[in-house]
T-cell receptor
Framework: ETGVTQSPTHLIKTRGQQVTLRCSSQ?????VSWYQQALGQGPQFIFQ???????GRGNFPPRFSGLQFPNYSSELNVNALELDDSALYLC??????????????FGQGTRLTVV | SQQGEEDPQALSIQEGENATMNCSYK?????LQWYRQNSGRGLVHLIL?????REKHSGRLRVTLDTSKKSSSLLITASRAADTASYFC????????FGQGTELSVKP
């Protein structure tokens, strides 16, 4: 078990709705990344936050947004949900961004189903 | 787009056999990491190999890296049923970029 916790574990939403997913990072980690993992695929990088600022973004539309708080916990917000947004959303925390030897500590994920 | 490509996509072996998974990547790397994911759960870091290293061991795991071929391999020796999982390679240049993974099934 890592020190990264995500909530909720499962969620069902209707197309067009908005959703907020939460992540508490490992103690001592100031960087959080979010990933989307569709069934049978590898995790796709959404974005990364370092000290409350976004410092990297993958190929996701603006309706995917995030926040990082002073305690380094983070939220992922998705507006105008689409069926294809159904996936496992993973949060990972790092000690520092870009550090060559930094491993990622992942939470158990939030399974989002859009109907 | 994904940076790494694992091969094979699926691998089924008997307990006690060795399992080898390969990963190819596209751009230059600082390091390459291997992660394991049990069904539908979070990823767990297994091992990291730096770009100036060629081989690394950790318990039953052996990782090699060939930067000239932009490829890496993960060998799990004396496999166990509990090794059944998906295995991903990832590189980190500020963010982790994952491949699609190899699904390993170890039959008792």
């Amino acid at each position: 078990e890592t020190g990264v916790t995500q909530s909720p574990t499962h969620l069902i939403k209707t197309r067009g709705q908005q959703v907020t997913l939460r992540c508490s990072s490992q103690s001592g980690h100031n960087t959080v990344s979010w990933y989307q993992q569709a069934l049978g695929q590898g995790p796709q990088f959404i974005f990364q936050y370092y000290r409350e600022e976004e410092n990297g973004r993958g190929n996701f539309p603006p309706r995917f947004s995030g926040l990082q708080f002073p305690n380094y916990s983070s939220e992922l917000n998705v507006n105008a949900l689409e069926l294809d947004d159904s996936a496992l959303y993973l949060c990972a925390s790092f000690r520092r961004p870009g550090e060559a030897d930094t491993e990622a500590f992942f939470g158990q994920g939030t399974r989002l189903t859009v109907v | 787009s994904q940076q790494g490509e694992e091969d094979p996509q699926a691998l089924s072996i008997q307990e006690g056999e060795n399992a080898t998974m390969n990963c190819s990547y596209k751009t230059s790397i600082n390091n390459l990491q291997w992660y394991r994911q049990n069904s539908g759960r979070g990823l767990v870091h297994l091992i990291l190999i730096r770009s100036n290293e060629r081989e690394k061991h950790s318990g039953r795991l052996r990782v090699t890296l060939d930067t000239s071929k932009k490829s890496s391999s993960l060998l799990i020796t004396a496999s166990r049923a509990a090794d059944t999982a998906s295995y991903f390679c990832a590189n980190k240049g500020g963010k982790l970029i994952f491949g699609q993974g190899t699904e390993l099934s170890v039959k008792p």
